[in-house]
């Protein structure tokens, strides 16, 4: 009973929210941004100290001034992503600009899917709609990790398929994929690939951002396995409310790649677009809380 109230007053608060045109929108951001980064305090020791073992290079002045940035895209972030709740497909597609169509869109015609590594940066997830760009039956899936409230697990759902997605859960992914394709369909297979893993789902550790680092290596396990080719989603925030997204060729023959190697080259990238314009990468996660297990001696 308490789970379906708060999805009811979740529910109708960000059903209110969904309604405000942008530019009111984008006032509220600035007055929560003034709440949560200089009242709260919100996680303003886990960003420090992300951004100072990052860029070691950069001075107090630097990192505050990134910092500072990086918490008004969050509150933006966060409103963009209630927004979804409400926007037009017209809208949405005016506000996120997919570069290079006709070239991932022929991988998955003629290869039957393809594998999205999508990074926690810039507005993504207004990728879920690339549904509406893709070709008609064809399946824009996107792999999540469910949230233990089944109501607000709901919601949230509901958000990210009002453009035609096809949530699966991220530990029904392989299952769910070979039923579309024994089905017949096409896809394209988003998953977010740099998400902090537990322990048991640690598979490649590297060096990222100068500190040790540990990946999932799901989306590689998938290409692999389905044979698809594998794109980065290079996402470039242009200005409030408007983005662009270039997918761009990691390699169409998986299968020939060595083990780890899909994902170490994501980590590349990734290192790469974040030292562009660091701020708009979720820097509130507790990334590196996981350590490097020591080698046991022979």
């Known amino acids: ?13 960000m059903w209110l929210l969904a309604i405000l045109p942008f530019p009111v929108l984008y006032a509220l951001s600035d007055f929560i941004y003034f709440w949560l980064y200089h009242v709260i305090g919100y996680r303003r020791k886990v960003v420090g100290t992300n951004l100072k073992n990052s860029f070691p290079e950069k001075s107090a002045a630097e990192l505050k001034a990134i910092e ?5 895209y969050l ?12 926007m037009s497909e017209k809208e949405l597609c005016k506000r996120m600009t997919y570069e290079n169509k006709e070239a991932y ?3 998955i015609d003629e290869r039957g899917g393809i594998v999205l590594l999508i990074p926690h940066y810039a507005n993504f997830e207004w990728i879920t709609g690339m549904g509406m760009i893709m070709r008609p039956g064809d399946v824009p899936v996107q792999v999540y990790k469910p949230l233990k409230d089944v109501y607000l697990d709901g919601l ?10 096809y949530n699966v859960p991220k530990h029904s992914t392989a299952r769910e994929v ?10 394209a297979i988003g998953l977010i690939t740099d998400q902090s893993p537990n322990m048991n789902e640690a598979h490649h550790w590297t060096t990222f951002l100068n500190q040790d680092t540990v990946f999932m290596d799901g989306a590689e396990r998938i290409a692999k396995m389905m044979d ?3 794109f980065y989603c290079e996402l470039r925030k242009e200005r409030r409310g408007y983005c ?11 299968k020939e790649t060595a083990d780890g190697e899909i994902t170490e080259i994501f980590a590349r990238r990734l290192e790469q677009t974040i030292r562009k314009e660091p701020a708009y990468w979720l820097w509130s996660h507790k990334r590196w809380k996981l350590k490097r297990p020591e080698k046991k001696d022979e």
Not at 68 to 72: I, L, P, S, T, V
Not at 75 to 86: I, P
Not at 178 to 187: A, E, F, P, Q
């Open 178 to 187: 070979i039923r579309l394709r024994r089905d017949g369909k096409k896809m």
């Open 68 to 72: 500072r940035k990086f918490y008004h």
């Open 244 to 254: 662009r997204v270039e997918f761009d060729l990691v390699t169409d023959r998986p």
């Open 1 to 13: 009973m308490k789970s379906k109230l708060l999805y009811l007053l979740t529910y109708v608060g």
């Open 75 to 86: 509150c933006d972030y966060m409103l963009e992503d209630v927004k979804m709740l409400r």
């Open 228 to 230: 698809f080719p594998v």
């Open 156 to 165: 949230f759902k509901y958000i990210r398929s009002r453009f035609g997605g």
């Open 105 to 107: 869109l022929r991988m």
